[in-house]
Each structure stands twice: as structure tokens, then as C-alpha cells.
């Protein structure tokens, strides 16, 4: 009959102390008993016995104390992060929006700089060499616990544009130079709050496949005047020319007004295929990671939440495009059913105009003159204090209770200075 661990262990514990006492002779005999009793393999039994209620070091990190399981136990092992400098890297990740590890660990050294010459932040020389050391899956392991702390689905009311769309050329990848800054996708985000009736106001997000760079502009609704302006108006705050534009099909952007001010700002207008929302996919992950997770999913239609979202994307637009860093597809391969992809390392929108051939030296003096006076905290402040707002400003007639404690969670949080959705 098969002993239970448990007899095992009385077993070892009753033994491991006449096996530790006895000559060499003794020991064979004893370990032979040993080994009939729990069927334990000769090397195991052996490592057992020798090593119970002992500490045994292998190099300077790691000590194995005999235990009763055999396990490699690492209650000896003392942590290279310690508090101080978890708590550092704690601060930093909540002011970068939570990202993943691989996205933030080539900036880490930069945003820790910049956060102490700003003063808020205090890191000693120790602390400062162990964050430019750590890697990308220790950033996750060390913060899994705070990450859990932090634990919604849109609807589409993209109504079908008009015949003029057959004038309009379904963008392919071979017509467009994804590489050079200026080629961006159009969509909008609807802010209805679950309930599509009536009007409601409307994100314009624009990202350059290029360079990531994201520019956004609140609209009171789908109407293609509103639409039409704030695309003037986003071209106004890109550093580089808008040279090509992709949206959906909706009829906010097929119309005629923008078909020929495109042509006469000979601006490349092309639309993706109709229901395949991941033709749109660079500005689709823009939706959710920049406008869905600063302002939720809450219905906006007052001319004062209007204001509010654009006053929040004047400063959000600073914070994304010089501050959080993303990856981008480089190269994808199917083995039979498996499919592989490979990312570049993370730089920000900022970084990639940086380093574009296609962009003019004037422009991108400007664009470090404009970061160097730049503070990452202090813009998360002033987001978090807008989103506060924009909370407060939400109609409390239909929230449930549930609903209620969960947004006075939120403006906790954010007057707080942490960025949750």
C-alpha cells in the first residue's frame, strides 16, 4: 500500500536525524530501509536525508534548506528589488497608464530622469541602477500584484454612406508609403453611453501608421459639418503634413464636401471595405487605448461635457504622443496553424517623428523645445482632475447604487492621481 505524504514526512523526520549521526556503513543500511519504506528513489532519498533541517548554498542568490517535501525551498533568498525601489517603479508605472512591461521598459530610465529633474520622484544611486537593469518581464512579475488592483464593450453606429463611395477607392497596403509620416485612419467614437437616441457627442481620433501619432477632437454628433471641421482642425496640430486619409464607410466621412477638399488639399482619400473593421486597425487600437480608456464609456451630450472632452484632449494629446510608448508590427508568419509576429521595441509617437527621414530639422527643433518643458505628472494631474469632472457632470438619475459607489471609486482615484477606467 502507497504511504501518504504525510507518513513520509514522520518518516524522514524520525530517520534524517540516526542517517546524519551514523558512520558511512550505517548510512547504506539505513538509506536501503529508507528507500522500502516510502519508495522514494535512491539520489532523492539520499539528497533527503543528508540535507534535512540544513542550509545548503549553491551560488550567492540561491540556498536550499532540507525540508520535509525535498522541495528547493527560497525563504533564504533575499529579493535584488526591494521595496524601495518596487516602490519607485510602482509610482512610474501608474503615471505611464499601467502599460505591459515590454512597453515600458525602454523609456523607464528616461521617464525616471525626467520625473526626478521635475521632483516628482527621489531615487538614490542604487535604486536608479536596479531600474535601468530590470527587464521587461520582471517589470510584470514585480507588479502582478498591484496590476490585479486595476481589474466595458462599445457598440458601432456607423450608418452607410452614400453612392459617392464608389468614387472613393478601397485603400490597398501597395498605395499608400505606410513608412513615410502623413498617412493616417479616420474614425469616430460615440459617446452615448448605452442609449443611442437622440444626439451625443462623438470623438474624431486620427492615428499615423507611421508614426503613431494620435490626434483627437470632440464633435456634438455624427453630422458631416462637425466632422468636416474637426479634420481641419487635427491637420492644424499634426507636426507634418497630412498627406492621406482612410476612414469607414459612414456617411460622415463619404460625402462631398470633404471628397473635394481633399482633391483640392491633394490629400490621398481612400476608405477601407465595408464590415471589416480591421482594415481600420491602427486607429481601432487608438479607440480603446487612448480615448476609451481616458474618458469611458458614460454619455456625453451637453455642450459643457463637449468643452470638457476637448480641454482633456488638449493635454491628452501631449501626454500620448510625447510620453506612452507602442509597438508596431514589423513582421508576421504563418507556420500551419500558428502564427508568429514580431514587434519593434517601444518608442513614443514622439520618438518616431524623431527619427523619420521625411520630417523637416525646423520641426523637430520644435518638438524638443515643446518636450523639454513638459512634465508627464503634472499632465496626468490635470487629465485626472478633467475626467473628475467629466464624472460629476454625468446625469445621476439611472445610475443604480452599484453604479454610484463605483464612480465616487473613480474620482477617488483620479483626484488621487491614478488613471483608471
Known sequence: MRMTMAARREVLRVTAGRYQRARKR???KILDEFIETTGYSRWHASRLLRNFGRSVRFNEKTILRG??????GRSGRRGYYDDKTVRVLTKVWRLMDYICGKRLRPVLPEIVERLERFGEIRCDAEVRKKLSEISAATIDRVLRSERKKYELKGRSHTKPGTL????????????????????????????????AAGDFCQTLDLTDIATTWTETEAVRNKAAVHVFAAIQEVKIRLPFDLLGIDSDNGSEFINTNLENYCRTEEITFTRSRPYRKNDNCYVEQKNWSVVRRAVGYARFDTDEQLDLLNELYRHLRLYTNYFMPSMKLIERTRIGSQVRKKYDSAQTPYRR??????????VKQNLRTQYEILNPAELKRRIGRLQSKLDKSVSTLKRSPAKERRLSSLVAAREAGAWVT
Open 26 to 28: 550505517e548510512k547504506s
Open 67 to 72: 525540508s520535509l517535501t525535498g522541495r528547493k
Open 164 to 195: 459617392l463611395k464608389h468614387q472613393i477607392p478601397i485603400r490597398t497596403f501597395s498605395e499608400w508609403d505606410e513608412d513615410r509620416p502623413g498617412f493616417g485612419e479616420l474614425d469616430l467614437v460615440g459617446h452615448d453611453g448605452g442609449v
Open 353 to 362: 517623428v524623431l527619427a523619420s527621414p521625411h520630417i523637416s530639422d525646423e
